[in-house]
């Protein structure tokens, strides 16, 4: 039964595909034929609404962008439904609203009464700097901290290197940077390493990183263990601090008690030297 049910639906599928197709030929008309449309919606079938809004060219001139500028317009918007606005900006853009009268990430279209038109001014905060960083025949040095600053001023930002894929990131402005490992157990236990693995490898504490356009930049660095250091972990694990701070706790404890006692036994021979010098 089953089996001739589906077999009947196809063959009907198939007839009025075939109608379909005759009407457009006979009449030369678009026919578009539509199935199972809902008499309600429960739910807005559009997420989004996007606009393309960009200047045609550059111009660095007086011109007042906030009148004369390029502009986007959403009409038959839906007034009862929270609604958020913000940029699509490349990916490396941090972008941030720096004046809004309204909250932009819950915009009530129905609530603003007399007023037509939403207002922000966005800023373009910094670039995001990422990279991978990676040691060689190991897996990615986890927690390794990254310094960025210039040549007068070296530690600006900082970041740590994490375990996915050695990812790291930091904020910077278009310029010339320096990268370093940062003082500590980072330095401490590696090199920046550059050139190819022939021997003939320079190794740096530090690298330049040039900005030099919106795009941003995606920095790849190796790093290798000085000599001496290779067995030696990066990050100790918290057992071992514990350990530490268990064995400082007993050994402080073990002063005072020290301490106490010796006091107590001090004070006991001076009152007997007392008392044998009263007795004389």
């Not at 210039?150 to 930002?157: M, Q, R, S």
């Not at 250091?229 to 400082?248: G, T, W």
Request: proline share 4%; hydrophobic share 40%.
């Amino acid at each position: 039964m089953i089996t001739y049910v589906g077999h009947a639906v196809f063959v009907l599928i198939l007839f009025l595909l075939s109608v379909n197709i005759l009407v457009m030929l006979l009449c030369s008309c678009h026919l578009q034929w539509l199935q199972g449309i809902e008499s309600s919606l429960g739910d807005l079938p559009l997420k989004n609404y996007y606009r393309y809004v960009v200047p045609t060219m550059d111009d660095f001139s007086s011109t007042d962008y906030t009148v004369n500028g390029p502009k986007a317009f959403f009409a038959n918007m839906p007034l009862s439904k929270t609604l958020t606005m913000n940029l699509d900006v490349p990916e490396p853009w941090l972008v941030e609203p720096i004046i809004a009268i309204h909250d932009l990430d819950n915009i009530y279209l129905e609530n603003l009464g007399d007023t037509r038109t939403l207002q922000a001014v966005f800023e373009l905060e910094a670039l995001v700097l990422t990279g991978h960083c990676a040691e060689k025949d190991h897996g990615p040095p986890r927690g390794l901290q990254l310094i960025l600053g210039t040549e007068n001023t070296p530690h600006l930002v900082d970041t740590i290197v994490m375990a996915n894929l050695g990812y790291w990131q930091m904020k910077v402005h278009p310029g010339v940077w320096y990268l370093q490992l940062a003082p500590g157990r980072s330095s401490e236990l590696y090199f920046f390493r550059d050139g190819v693995d022939d021997g003939s490898q320079e190794k740096s504490l530090s690298k330049r990183i040039a900005i030099n356009d919106l795009r941003g930049n995606v920095v790849h660095l190796e790093v290798v263990k000085k000599k001496g250091k290779e067995h030696e972990k990066l990050l100790i694990s918290s057992d071992v601090d514990n350990q530490s701070k268990d064995k400082r706790g007993h050994s402080s404890w073990n002063s005072k008690i020290f301490e106490w006692a010796s006091s107590f036994i001090g004070g006991r021979d001076h009152s007997k030297k007392s008392n044998d010098c009263l007795k004389g």
